[in-house]
Antibody
Framework: QITLKESGPTLVKPTQTLTLTCTFS??????????VGWIRQPPGKALEWLAL???????RYSPSLKSRLTITKDTSKNQVVLTMTNMDPVDTATYYC??????????????WGQGTLVTVSS | EIVLTQSPATLSLSPGERATLSCRAS??????LAWYQQKPGQTPRLLIY???NRATGIPARFSGSGSGTDFTLTISSLEPEDFAVYYC?????????FGQGTKVEIK
């Protein structure tokens, strides 16, 4: 059974850097085809993809946020870390991590973590 | 960036009725499209991958169709637990993109 769980601060101040950790079980990020992605959802709004890292350390970012995002993996700890710099109140959202696999053409996100709500406020 | 446009924004139906949700891509995504369901306060759940394949454990009343730029998610007969928001997502081109969602509400 695959599970993922996000952890990190619930409140950050504007201009601060957000660091979120996704801790997972039931799969290995050293297995060919496996990836972990980050997706966020502002309150009452749609889903927005942020970043994705693959087993081979290939990293992909949303172009609109690329300058602010860094995604890394620690295979030995079964963790993926997302950092986002220069946080702003518009970044207030629930942040999800999710498993992805290239065995399917559409490489869907399945399953998802429970999500963590991050509020940006002074 | 590929834009996914979902319609309608809101669908008001009664239990037992058929729901037809549309997702249109700004350029071809072949079959690289997935559908998710999100209930209030819950995590998104994968329903359909590769445009027409049901994910594990998804009831047969959910079906997906389409390829290229036009896709449809059909719920053949709405159950009370199906009232939720549905999102499509493409993986054809980077960046990955989601549609803005269709809310299926009880009429």
């Amino acid at each position: 059974q695959i599970t993922l769980k996000e952890s990190g601060p619930t409140l950050v101040k504007p201009t601060q850097t957000l660091t979120l950790t996704c801790t997972f079980s039931g799969f290995s990020l050293s297995t060919s085809g496996v990836g972990v992605g980050w997706i966020r959802q502002p309150p009452g709004k749609a889903l927005e993809w942020l970043a994705l890292i693959y087993w081979n350390d290939d990293k992909r970012y949303s172009p609109s946020l690329k300058s602010r995002l860094t995604i890394t993996k620690d295979t030995s700890k079964n963790q993926v870390v997302l950092t986002m710099t220069n946080m702003d109140p518009v970044d207030t959202a629930t942040y999800y991590c999710a498993n992805s696999h290239t065995k399917y053409s559409s490489s869907p996100f399945d399953p998802w973590g429970q999500g963590t709500l991050v509020t940006v406020s002074s | 960036e590929i834009v996914l446009t979902q319609s309608p924004a809101t669908l008001s139906l009664s239990p037992g009725e058929r729901a037809t949700l549309s997702c249109r891509a700004s350029q071809s995504v072949s079959i690289y499209l997935a559908w998710y369901q999100q209930k209030p306060g819950q995590t998104p759940r994968l329903l359909i991958y590769d445009a027409s394949n049901r994910a594990t454990g998804i009831p047969a009343r959910f079906s997906g169709s389409g390829s290229g730029t036009d896709f449809t998610l059909t719920i053949s007969s709405l159950e009370p637990e199906d009232f939720a928001v549905y999102y499509c997502q493409q993986r054809s081109n980077w960046p990955l993109t989601f549609g803005q969602g269709t809310k299926v509400e009880i009429k």
